[in-house]
């Protein structure tokens, strides 16, 4: 759990106890947990205003991702100016840390060589606000300030990334700098989808993948407002509305149809499937009064 006192906390919620709590140099925007590493596990911290750090919680060690990548427009000497702020996110297994910059570049991180594989482009150099995989590993959702949700499918095979981005690499040897990481990304993430609101145009908040990946989720950003906005494949939305309270986060359940919202006022809203009894579908049926009544042979032929 990241807090705005700059500290991160690793809680036990079952026995409620709090393993361990560190204080950083700069106050986190936002913290994950390593999907597959030891107890207790790495985490990645995205403070504000300066690079991702992965964060040892059992000895407290702190390491900087390097993400600064030689461009024409950036000075290498301050990452901040090219990069600030930063969300980032584990892939499935662990192997990778994706970075998204304020410039319009996702970036493909072996955070324990601490080095940059491969850069996405992002349409319209629009800052990356939230970067979130599926469950499965399969599709990255991107959140920019274009205010448009983009679905990249993942092409890199699972557990295996790292050296399917060395073999990449070796493929464009004849290129250097920002042309061999772009070329390599392009092997990596293939745009398959955008989601936007034409009507209101509005940003979101906390965009996120459903429990089998197969719908979208996200939270409207305009004020006074508590809208959920749910898209399945072919791009068709529902709305959910509640009270006229902004949405501060939201996050859908790991394996129920259920998606719990926060709101402003610090109130927690749960969403699920409306089931009701449907008493129609029950036809009415008119026993006879010797319907199944046992009958023998003889009575029978006595008739």
């Given at each position: 759990m990241s807090s705005a006192d700059q500290s991160l906390t690793l809680w036990d919620v079952k026995n409620d106890n709090r393993i361990t709590r560190i204080v950083l140099q700069k106050n986190p925007l936002q913290a994950r947990l390593h999907p597959r590493?030891?107890?207790?596990?790495?985490?990645?911290a995205c403070p504000l205003s300066v690079p991702p750090l992965i964060v040892d919680l059992n000895t407290e060690k702190t390491t900087s991702l390097h993400i600064c990548v030689l461009h024409s427009r950036?000075?290498?000497s301050d990452a901040t100016t090219f990069c600030s702020p930063t969300p980032a996110c584990f892939n499935k297994y662990g192997n990778l840390v994706y970075v998204g910059t304020s410039k319009g570049k996702i970036l493909l991180i072996d955070y324990i060589e601490n080095e940059v594989h491969a850069m996405i482009l992002i349409p319209g150099d629009c800052e990356v606000k939230n970067i979130v995989f599926s469950r499965n590993g399969r599709y990255l959702l991107a959140n920019s300030s274009d205010r448009i949700i983009r679905i990249y499918e993942?092409?890199?095979?699972l557990k295996d990334e790292v050296k399917a981005l060395d073999a990449l690499k070796g493929n464009f040897s004849g290129l250097k700098g920002t042309d061999k990481l772009q070329a390599v990304g392009s092997n990596c993430l293939t745009l398959i989808r955008e989601m936007q609101d034409l009507t209101m145009i509005s940003h979101w908040k906390s965009p996120c993948f459903s429990d089998n990946g197969e719908w979208v989720v996200a939270g409207s950003a305009s004020k006074g407002g508590h809208k959920i906005y749910i898209w399945d494949k072919a791009i068709q939305v529902k709305i959910l509305e509640g009270?006229?309270?902004s949405i501060v986060d939201l996050a859908w359940h790991p394996a129920r149809p259920?998606?719990?919202s926060v709101c402003l006022a610090g109130k927690i809203h749960v969403w699920a499937k409306d089931v009701s009894e449907n008493c129609s579908v029950f036809v009415p049926f008119v026993e006879r009064e010797d319907e199944f009544d046992l009958k023998s042979p003889e009575t029978e032929k006595v008739r």
């Open positions: 590493s030891s107890k207790p596990p790495l985490c990645l950036c000075d290498c993942n092409l890199l095979p009270p006229k309270e259920i998606v719990v």
